[in-house]
């Protein structure tokens, strides 16, 4: 069983930033990443890492967003720079388990105001 807690969402101008925590816990596997789903519209992938491996970021976001991990914690971190309105929506944590499958954290809401 893997169990996710994301936080640090918010409010923020356009061109501010944001960083993003997952909080995970149980038996988890070597894959992180982040979605996010933005009102009426289907989850998309933002940024994938795996724990001995390199990270791979979707184009819209590239050179903008980060994503790193501390191990040692179980952590998974998205720091979000030069944020634009179109960057709003529920963002979640995913995680794989060592045993298989995928895992999902709640979200937490991320608004950029223009």
């Known amino acids: 069983q893997v169990q996710l807690v994301e936080s640090g969402g918010g409010l923020v101008q356009a061109g501010g930033s944001l960083r993003l925590s997952c909080a995970a816990s149980g038996d988890i596997g070597s894959i992180r990443a982040w979605y996010r789903q933005a009102p009426g519209k289907q989850r998309q992938w933002v940024a994938t890492?795996?724990?001995?491996?390199?990270?791979d970021y979707a184009e819209s976001v590239k050179g903008r967003f980060t994503i790193s991990g501390d191990n040692a914690k179980n952590m998974v971190y998205l720091q979000m720079n030069s944020l634009k309105p179109e960057d709003t929506g529920v963002y979640f944590c995913s995680a794989s388990g060592r045993r298989g499958g995928s895992y999902w954290g709640q979200g937490t809401q991320v608004t950029v105001s223009s």
């Open positions: 890492m795996a724990t001995e491996g390199p990270t």
